[in-house]
């Protein structure tokens, strides 16, 4: 079939790929001017099955209390004259019950581990290289009760056939030695020696260049501006390139526009329970020789990652919900640097951080929107959260899989089916 995907992100460009490989014929549109420009651009880079327990559970609102007036806090909401962010919050008060907690710990690793192991595939055949690390996802904890409670959770995941063993803190230590001048505030941790970490951007644009050379076309520097109704299938999509605007037709289409997915279906009549959750994210330049961690470190307490790039060190997390306003917030931006200080007091930079964020494309339960929706040839692929690249090629894959007529193999509850 002659399929348009709309957006060239890490899901974007991922499921070009997969499409592509299926023997479609592919074209992907894109207001930036190359892949991996906006949400994958310098996000936390972890491909972490280890976070699949989603920001909806039934720990999360004494904590939400608590970081309520704090403008560093974790996750802040900032409440508009918006009908969607209330809807979305009242959603996410129903996910944060224990049942429904359970069962969608459950959806995302089922997709989290099949779309890990399809990258490492992806990345042995095309030989990509984006800055990756294979020394698995250490989560740290500094308070004992979240620990407690973390306990938990990774049973869960064990349960489920994710590797996630907890660790006191002198083998957190013996995991990532660069912790050691932290030793005082850690209590605890655990350890998913099969997770990894990268450079999504770098991924993502070295995925595009393989999938152009295998005939992907992409129509980059192109707005668009409407989805054209049919009837019961769409008509086409209208896209303008600064020059001019035009119908581009196809088979079917395919939805990848990350927080952007409502906006672009809601003159259809289509309401996702999709909203923006603002991220940050800054990338310290190591000085030769410096003290910094390897094994990419998640911080429970703080909702931070820490990845290493090559001589980047990228410090990422944090949610803000505040529609899609793109402006750096200075303290939320002070605090990514304040933590990296706490926890690794021994590293050396060079040169200013490089500050950056961007608008994750977060549903109530973290569970994203795969399969075809409400028209006959059209499917969505967004709502990923902050597992975009994570899931990003086991969403891709079942994608493909969908519309081909066949069942994936991840228990998960696809749209449509």
Known sequence: MRILVLGAGVVGTTSAWYLSQAGHQVTVVDRQPVAGNETSFANGGQISVSHAEPWANPHVLPRVIKWLG?????????????????????????????????????AIVALALDSRRRLQVLRQELALDYDQQTRGILHIYTDRQEFAQALAAARVMRGFGLDRDTVDVEKCLIIEP???????????????????????????????????????VFRHDTSIEKIANGGCRIAGVVVNDGERAELLTADAYVVALGSYSPQLLRPLGIRIPVYPAKGYSATLTLAPGSVAPFVSVTDDERKLVFSRLGNRLRVAGTAEFNGYNLELNPVRCAALIERTRQLFPDLQTQGEPAYWCGLRPATPSNVPLIGRQRYDNLWLNTGHGTLGWTLACGSAAALTDLIGGRHPDPVFPFLGR
């Open 70 to 106: 704090r403008e560093d806090a974790p996750l802040l909401w900032r409440w508009r004259a918006d009908p969607a962010q209330l809807r979305w919050g009242l959603r996410f008060l129903l996910e944060c019950l224990p049942g429904s907690t359970q069962r969608n710990i459950a």
């Open 178 to 216: 660069a912790l050691a001048g932290a030793r005082d505030l850690l209590v605890g941790g655990d350890y998913t020696r099969s997770d990894e970490s990268g450079d999504a951007q770098k991924f993502t644009r070295a995925l595009a260049e393989r999938a152009a050379a295998a005939g992907v």
